[in-house]
């Protein structure tokens, strides 16, 4: 009778360290098991983010796209991603910051759609100036380099845009010479393409980190 509670009471440890083990196993899974749930709450949270933020996006540029249609259809500016693509032969002659007068009437029929459009949202208009990849000192004394051309063209049409009625508060000019090409320059098609005048709906918010952005006053 001894000897058996001596073997069961030496067996005991071995089903202690075992029922241990076991509880171990399974709060590791258990923790495991929240870390992967808690993953894919996060990873369907994220889901659910970009899934509205290009609910969001699609809708600007449909409203952008309502608000433009007359212009857009005659062929006489581009819409891509949100920006205005105005061809710079439409406004400017090569290597000039005055404006023609077919590129103010242009711009005048833009006046009433962008600001009816800016007007229910929290957004404002950057007028962009693009250059070629040419230099600009061999074609104009006038200007410094690329920079200082598109700069004077944004500027030109940001103050053309307030005297056809847009607030002033509502825009603002950014530069940004010959970067940001639309095509390869190999050819003179190629940089007549990329010297061009954008405007884009930013938020109001964006305009104090856009680069070399000389903000555009009334004349």
Not at 158 to 171: C, D, F, Q
Not at 202 to 218: E, H, L, Q
Request: no cysteine; aromatic share 4%.
């Amino acid at each position: 009778m001894l000897e058996h509670d001596a073997d069961v009471d030496s067996s005991a440890p071995t089903w202690i360290s075992f029922a241990d083990l076991m509880t171990g196993l399974l709060g590791a899974f258990v923790l495991l098991l929240v870390g992967v749930m808690a993953a894919q709450l996060d990873m369907a949270s994220q889901l659910e983010d970009e899934v509205q933020k290009r609910q969001v996006e699609e809708q600007k540029r449909l409203s952008l796209e309502q608000a433009l249609a007359i212009p857009l259809a005659s062929g006489r500016i581009t819409l891509n991603n949100g920006r205005i693509g105005i061809s710079g032969k439409l406004l400017f002659e090569l290597n000039s910051d005055k404006l023609e007068p077919q590129g103010r009437q242009l711009l005048k029929s833009l006046v009433l759609p962008l600001r009816s459009y800016l007007q229910t949202r929290d957004e404002m208009l950057m007028v962009s100036g693009f250059t070629d990849d040419q230099s600009i000192k061999s074609r104009n004394r006038q200007f410094e380099d690329n920079w200082e051309l598109s700069a004077q063209r944004a500027l030109t049409v940001t103050r053309t845009l307030i005297e056809e009625g847009m607030p002033s508060s509502m825009l603002f000019a950014a530069a940004f010479g010959q970067e940001q090409p639309l095509v390869t320059n190999t050819s003179e098609k190629a940089r007549a393409q990329n010297r061009r005048v954008e405007i884009a709906p930013v938020p109001k918010t964006s305009n104090a980190t856009a680069p070399r952005t000389p903000k555009a006053t009334p004349p």
